[in-house]
């Protein structure tokens, strides 16, 4: 299971690019909410929320009413919470860290940003991180550059085996391909969660 992220953001555009970001980058699963309404219901009816990014300039409520909602809740308020938002004032930012959030991200989001801002809140989360998602976080690096790794450590493994079985028939070598792929397989997959370690 990938991490699971709200973000509640109302203008449809910044909400395309950063959920493209999550999902194609970090291989995330996004929830979008366009006000506080819809944030809480996504809270209310999602397990395993992993992370929260929020706007603060919302339709109908702000995104304070929405931090001071998260942090009163026992089942939310160790969820970690990145706060996405044009509005640098002084006074903003005390407020939001008052409310112990300490993330701020600036409008326009860029990849690089939005990356660095997403390991050091998962790596406060006490949510589980598959396999895949922890060797993301260790070695610092997004989805696209991880399945490169995988897919150039089978090219190079394809030549070795080559080589050191040239002499062997065709149908022994498809068989030790088969016997090793599946480990490669797996590397790439998110088939156990392990638990994050501080």
């Known amino acids: 299971m990938s991490v699971k992220v709200?973000?509640?953001?109302?203008?449809?555009?910044n909400a395309a690019?950063?959920?493209?970001?999550?999902?194609?980058?970090?291989?995330?699963?996004?929830?979008?909410?366009?006000?506080?309404?819809?944030?809480?219901r996504v809270l209310e009816t999602e397990f395993n929320i992993g992370l929260i990014?929020?706007?603060l300039h919302l339709p109908g409520s702000s995104g304070l009413v929405l931090l001071e909602k998260i942090k009163s809740n026992p089942s939310w308020n160790e969820i970690p919470i990145i706060v996405c938002t044009g509005d640098t004032n002084k006074q903003t930012v005390i407020n939001v860290a008052k409310l112990g959030v300490q993330n701020f991200?600036?409008?326009p989001v860029t990849r690089d940003a939005?990356?660095?801002k997403?390991?050091?809140?998962?790596?406060?989360?006490?949510?589980?991180?598959?396999?895949?998602?922890?060797?993301?976080?260790?070695?610092?690096?997004d989805l696209e550059r991880y399945q490169a790794i995988i897919q150039d450590?089978?090219?190079?493994?394809?030549?070795?085996?080559?080589?050191h079985f040239e002499d062997t028939d065709q149908d022994t070598r498809n068989e030790i391909r088969e016997l090793i792929w599946p480990w490669f397989t797996?590397?790439?997959a998110e088939e156990q969660a392990v638990p994050v370690s501080n």
Not at 6 to 13: A, F, G, K, R, S
Not at 22 to 30: A, D, R, T
Not at 124 to 133: C, V
């Open 153 to 163: 450590a089978k090219t190079a493994l394809e030549g070795v085996l080559c080589q």
């Open 17 to 40: 690019v950063v959920r493209c970001l999550l999902e194609e980058g970090l291989g995330c699963q996004v929830f979008l909410a366009a006000n506080v309404f819809e944030g809480i």
């Open 105 to 107: 991200l600036c409008k």
């Open 118 to 141: 997403f390991w050091t809140a998962v790596k406060k989360s006490p949510m589980e991180l598959t396999h895949r998602t922890k060797v993301l976080l260790q070695l610092d690096i």
């Open 114 to 116: 939005l990356r660095a």
């Open 186 to 188: 797996n590397l790439d």
């Open 53 to 55: 990014i929020t706007d």
């Open 6 to 13: 709200l973000y509640i953001e109302d203008q449809p555009m």
